[in-house]
């Protein structure tokens, strides 16, 4: 072997060992990199669920539970794929906060989901049409419509029972035989609740509040049909 093909030999050596050098080098730098913006991204991804998520129970308690507020609405788990959003419910009533249900749910990079339990979480007795909150076991109050649910509210009239409780507070659904105004209820079956010990202020601007929601909704609905 001359002395030419062995320079030639030692150069390919040397080439193929500074080749290798540089591919580990850029192996070092890159994939710290890459690690990293794949991180981002994906926490992104998923902190965007979480926000949806959170916005969703915020959304849902306006709409479908404006009696029903929220202690907190944070971040119960986190881990790299995903975690879990927790939301301690109460009712307000007469100043008294009531424990009500909590609402669970799931978040990863690509979506959330709620909790069964949060849609399974009402026991409803339908011999008694009577309902109950699953976690806590306070009594749901119901509306009824008369058309649909005669037999269950024919008879369904606890107000004397609710005055006769001491030292309680109760949150109290009134269904009426005929269609009446605000002022009808303002004027007339308010003030006989008020003459058996239930106050009728709060429950005037509960009622308020209530026809307000029916109104919008209806208003968004009819707005969905004309587009």
Same mark, same amino acid.
């Given at each position: 072997m001359d002395e030419a093909t062995k320079k030639m030999k030692k150069k390919i050596r040397k080439m193929k060992l500074q080749r290798l050098l540089l591919t580990i080098g850029l192996i070092?730098?890159?994939? @710290?990199?890459?690690?990293a913006v794949i991180y981002k991204t994906t926490q992104n991804l *998923?902190?965007?669920?979480?926000?949806?998520l959170m916005n969703d129970f915020e959304v849902k308690e306006e709409l479908l539970s404006p009696n029903i507020s929220s202690d907190d609405n944070y971040l119960s788990t986190t881990s790299f794929?995903?975690?879990?959003?927790?939301?301690?419910?109460?009712?307000?009533?007469?100043?008294?906060?009531? @424990?009500?249900?909590?609402?669970?749910?799931?978040?990863?990079w690509s979506g959330y989901q709620e909790d069964a339990m949060n849609q399974a979480g009402v026991d409803y007795d339908e011999e008694t049409a009577q309902a109950y909150d699953?976690?806590?076991?306070?009594?749901?109050?119901? +509306?009824?419509?008369?058309k649909h649910h005669y037999r269950a509210a *024919?008879?369904?009239?606890?107000?004397?029972?609710?005055?006769?409780?001491?030292?309680?507070?109760?949150?109290? *659904?009134?269904? +009426?035989?005929?269609?009446?105004?605000?002022?009808?209820?303002?004027?007339?079956?308010?003030?006989?609740?008020?003459k058996i010990g239930?106050?009728? *202020?709060?429950t005037i601007a509960e009622m308020r509040v209530i026809l307000i929601i029916i109104t919008w909704a209806f208003r968004l609905l009819m707005k969905s049909r004309i587009k």
């Open positions: 070092i730098l890159l994939v @710290p990199v890459i690690l *998923a902190g965007n669920q979480s926000w949806q794929w995903g975690g879990t959003v927790t939301s301690h419910r109460y009712k307000e009533i007469d100043g008294y906060r009531i @424990p009500w249900s909590t609402l669970i749910g799931n978040y990863s699953r976690q806590t076991q306070q009594k749901i109050p119901l +509306f009824y419509s008369l *024919a008879n369904l009239n606890q107000l004397k029972q609710i005055s006769q409780v001491k030292n309680s507070v109760a949150e109290v *659904a009134l269904t +009426f035989s005929k269609p009446l105004t605000y002022q009808q209820i303002k004027n007339y079956y308010l003030i006989q609740l008020n239930i106050g009728w *202020a709060q």
